[in-house]
């Protein structure tokens, strides 16, 4: 190993290098040492800055957790109807995923084998619930249909919208591509639910 090597050595690059390799082999399949040939230093250059990996997967799961959950403040998530409020909330969520995509693929893949995928795993379960509370106050205003099940319109939104971790890969000065798929994403899940009124 190189001087200019541990020179360039960051907690955040590490960060990065180790979601890729969670993301690639599976949490439970990756080790430390899979973890220090990665970063090119040693596990004794990791142990210096977290105490394991685990400790590397919650910081990784609350990057995705803070980029979701900052959402549910912004002004858009907090004001007007319900239903725009809902459709921002949607649209900003696609948005996040395409942002921190790596971190949000591993957000999405833990399983709740150790403490700290338990805790991912209840934080987004408080996400999905802040987001069909929303959905439900859309239908009171009536701008929802009625005959819809919230728990059930909850899960296919978020299916859809988690979906795009599996296929979803940015091109180079993707932007215009990122807001045109939120736009169709917040369109195709909203127009069959609309009601008439």
Not at 38 to 48: D, L, P
Request: proline share 3%.
């Amino acid at each position: 190993m190189t001087t200019a090597k541990r020179d360039t050595y960051t907690p955040e690059t590490l960060l990065t290098v180790a979601v890729r390799v969670f993301n690639e082999r599976g949490y439970d399949g990756t080790s430390m040492e899979h973890l220090s040939k990665a970063a090119g230093i040693s596990k004794s250059s990791i142990y210096h800055h977290v105490a394991g990996k685990e400790e590397l997967l919650r910081r990784a799961v609350s990057r995705a957790l803070e980029g979701l959950f900052g959402i549910l403040d912004e002004p858009g998530a907090t004001r007007g109807r319900a239903i725009e409020r809902v459709e921002y909330v949607t649209r900003r969520t696609v948005e996040v995923l395409i942002a921190e995509l790596p971190y949000v693929t591993l957000l999405l893949r833990v399983r709740g084998n150790t403490k700290a995928e338990r805790w991912a795993m209840e934080r987004r379960r408080e996400f999905d619930q802040r987001v069909a509370e929303l959905l439900k106050a859309a239908v009171a205003d009536g701008d929802l249909r009625s005959d819809v099940d919230i728990r059930l319109a909850t899960r296919l939104l978020f299916g859809m919208v988690n979906s795009l971790v599996e296929w979803y890969r940015p091109q180079p000065g993707g932007d215009a591509e990122g807001e045109q798929l939120a736009d169709t994403v917040v369109q195709l899940a909203f127009e069959g639910m609309r009601s008439d009124r």
